[in-house]
């Protein structure tokens, strides 16, 4: 089952904040977050084990709620480079080593 | 030094005819994976192979014939191939087996059936 990304598309300007959110129907294991550049393979950014974990990784940060099924990643004071396509990819519970990617969320920095 | 390397980048070919995507890794990962993604970034699992075994094959038609000779190598065989199948393909691995470590993916190959 396909997880649901939320917004399809933003647009910042630089320094600006943002939040994508990923939720799926299903009890999941695990989140991963990905980002991929026009013309480029997706990089891996963070992935989320356990029921109300977050993370950070520079300023790029995601949180992970167990209970809703569900998983937020916030971008904080946007850079430029931080343009491309975020994809959550999920894991269900009992169907280990199957990650499923949402349809991604479009975004774009502007100076 | 390329870590999942992926061959052809391109492929341009009519409908009906044969074509294979190597894939090599050289991370020592024991996961390798095909992934499609469609005109819309739509990016769905195919199959996945730990150790040479098939772990994971996503109801994709069986003219899409997967190899793995040995854990460092995943191709993919298309036979009679169809408008629906142009998109980029994307080979990736990952350490471990189970659940899903990081993926490290190559660069794609962008696959055009006229």
């Known amino acids: 089952q396909q997880p649901v990304q939320s917004p399809q598309a933003v647009i910042l300007r630089e320094g600006e904040d943002a939040v994508i959110n990923c939720s799926s129907s299903k009890a999941l294991y695990s989140v991963h977050w990905y980002r991929q550049k026009h013309g480029e393979a997706p990089v891996f950014l963070m992935i989320l084990l356990k029921g109300g974990e977050q993370k950070g990784h520079d300023k790029i940060s995601a949180s992970f709620n167990e209970k809703k099924q569900q998983s937020s990643l916030y971008l904080t004071a946007s850079q430029l480079s931080y343009s491309g396509t975020y994809f959550c990819?999920?894991?269900?519970?009992?169907?280990?080593?199957?990650?499923?990617f949402g349809q991604g969320t479009e975004l774009s920095v502007k100076p | 030094d390329t870590a999942v390397s992926q061959t052809p980048k391109y492929l341009v070919t009519q409908m009906g005819n044969d074509k294979s995507i190597k894939c090599e890794q050289n991370?020592?990962?024991?996961?390798m994976y095909w992934y499609k993604q469609d005109s819309k970034k739509f990016l769905k699992i195919m199959f996945s192979y730990n150790n040479k075994e098939l772990i994971i094959n996503e109801t994709v038609p069986n003219r899409f014939s997967p190899k793995s000779p040995d854990k460092a190598h995943l191709n993919l065989h298309i036979n009679s191939l169809e408008l629906g199948d142009s998109a980029v393909y994307f080979c990736a691995s990952s350490r471990g087996q189970g659940n899903t470590g990081e993926l490290f993916f190559g660069e794609g190959s962008r696959l055009t059936v006229l």
């Open positions: 990819g999920t894991e269900n519970i009992g169907q280990g080593g199957k990650l499923i």
């Open positions: 991370l020592g990962h024991d996961t």
